[in-house]
């Protein structure tokens, strides 16, 4: 079916053909053991569109052990191999690419347009790491005559990845791909609001070559299936995307076991906008930086800090812009789609009503809304809160929504001060047509990546991460790979 048919389809029954509702466990889509199901939801209507299996310890223990016997299968597989299985994933991922987006779109409640683009991310993220599967060389070390020693670049082991909703499929993915070339094995804990692509993905691998076993998806709550698979002491690294609080709670429970861990954990990045910059390309920037998937993204540039001669332009071209962007169903490709569950809805909502009572200029919008094309739905408008104090609980606290948060300075220093000024530092934009400006500001700003005149610059071949309450270690780029391997080294008595 083409997308246009899946769509028609959807909008016609209210769910789709042939989505995976249970477990992927040792190459097969098998029921929970307690026989439990959840309902998963439409954003865009709010109403429910297919269950799929509530998991628990027995499931992941199950899991778990599957993949503990995968990791000696892939372990012992030729590295030529797994780049070969890699690469034929993402020949698998673009010719099924159309089905992938509708589904992430349908369960995300993002845009098609924006599904399609993290489909097609998420295929180079497994030809990326294809490539790195055959040249994860160790070295030889000089220690002199009567010595030979070298280092081996060893897969870590049995790898767990929690999953957020916000990218259900690009956040899988540059977890499970460097940790498949690398030889480690997978179970993956895909968001409770966002289970399907996850198990699409799982299946689509095992059609690639990759061994049963080898990647295990258990869908379920965090605490009925995250807790149990995290804990697990068979587990040897644990890759968290997600909230700060729920981060700390899986720092905590791993220690026990001394589990590696990579936190990839919330934002407040700033979009810095200094007064030589085009007034265009900042209105422009910060409009994608905050309103790209609803705000529902950890490095979204959820502060404007601009100089105050600039201030008043930019504000008015935002708040024009703001005003006619068109959101609904993601399926109908509008501008910006729906915020994933009412419960996150009513989060965003309470954040704003607290700057309402507050006496903070709302400029534009603040309000919960529906689809206006039905009525129904989890949408809340483009808003954009004006003149803010470095103290304000919407600069400091991550409201992960389409809220931009304004704040003004005079000089250099002030701005640096202001960029810096949350327990944040994941991610930060500079604009300014002078160089030395951006290259002062990138090398002071704390943040993981730092773009100057296109806040989303960047790709799948640069590292991502973040410093602080954003978390540790880094994922994407050849960097990716270290959470999955470690070294050893070997010495020869000659
Ligand atoms: P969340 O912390 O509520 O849930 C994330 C995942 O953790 C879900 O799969 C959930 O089921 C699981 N989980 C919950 N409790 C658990 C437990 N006790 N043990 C193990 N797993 C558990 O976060 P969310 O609300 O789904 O996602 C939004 C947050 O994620 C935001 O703060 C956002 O900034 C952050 N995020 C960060 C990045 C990044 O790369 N830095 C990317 C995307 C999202």
């Not at 070295?139 to 020693?149: D, K, T």
């Not at 812009?321 to 501008?335: C, I």
Request: net charge negative; with cysteine.
């Amino acid at each position: 079916m083409t997308s246009d048919q899946m769509i028609s389809t959807y909008f016609e029954t209210g769910t789709l053909p042939d989505l995976p509702r249970d477990h992927f466990i040792d190459g097969a889509f098998v029921a929970a053991d307690s026989g439990n199901r959840m309902e998963s939801f439409d954003a865009g209507t709010g109403e429910a569109f297919s269950d799929f299996a509530a998991g628990t310890a027995v499931d992941v223990d199950r899991a778990v052990t599957s993949a503990a016997e995968g990791f000696e299968v892939w372990r012992n597989t030729p590295p030529a191999r797994r780049c070969a299985i890699l690469n034929e994933a993402a020949r698998l991922m673009r010719a099924e690419a159309d089905r992938l987006a509708v589904v992430e779109s349908l369960d995300s409640g993002k845009t098609l347009a924006e599904a399609q683009g993290d489909v097609a991310g998420s295929a180079r993220l497994f030809e990326y790491y294809a490539g790195a599967a055959d040249k994860l060389d160790g070295r030889s070390v000089n220690l002199g005559n009567g010595n030979a020693a070298f280092t081996l670049r060893e897969p870590v082991g049995l790898t767990a990845h929690i999953v957020p909703w916000n990218y259900p499929t690009s956040t899988l993915v540059r977890g499970i791909a460097p940790a498949l070339a690398a030889g480690c094995s997978a179970v993956v804990k895909p968001a409770e609001t966002t289970p399907f692509t996850a198990l699409m993905i799982a299946e689509l691998l095992l059609r690639a070559g990759v061994p049963a076993g080898v990647v295990n998806v258990v869908t379920g709550t965090g605490i009925e299936a995250g807790a149990p698979l995290v804990t697990d002491p068979r587990v040897r690294h644990v890759t968290f995307t997600g909230s700060v609080a729920t981060g700390v709670g899986v720092m905590q429970n791993v220690a026990p076991n001394v589990t590696g861990l990579t936190l990839e954990l919330g934002g407040k990045s700033p979009l810095i906008a200094f007064a030589d910059a085009d007034p265009e390309a900042v209105a422009d920037g910060a409009f994608w930086a905050i309103f790209s998937n609803s705000g529902q993204i950890c490095s979204a540039g959820s502060r404007l800090v601009i100089h105050k001669d600039l201030h008043a332009e930019v504000m008015d071209l935002l708040v024009r812009k703001a005003q006619a962007l068109r959101f609904g169903h993601g399926l109908r490709n509008p501008d910006m789609g729906a915020v994933n569950s009412e419960r996150h809805l009513e989060q965003i909502a309470g954040h704003v009503e607290r700057a309402r009572a507050r006496g903070v200029e709302i400029a534009t919008g603040g309000n919960v809304a529906t689809d206006p094309e039905t009525g129904k739905g989890w949408f809340f408008e483009p808003t954009i809160l004006n003149d803010l104090a470095a103290s304000d609980e919407a600069v400091t606290q991550e409201i992960f929504g389409p809220v931009l948060a304004v704040q003004t300075f005079a000089d250099e220093n002030e701005a640096l001060a202001l960029a810096n000024g949350t327990d944040f530092a994941l991610a930060a934009g500079i604009y300014t047509k002078d160089m030395s400006t951006a290259l002062r500001m990138a090398q002071r700003v704390d943040a993981g990546q730092v773009t100057v005149n296109d806040y989303w610059a960047g790709g799948i071949e640069l590292p991502f991460g973040g410093n602080r309450k954003s978390g540790f270690g880094r994922e994407k780029g050849l960097e990716g790979l270290d959470a999955y391997t470690r070294s050893k080294s070997i010495t020869l008595a000659v």
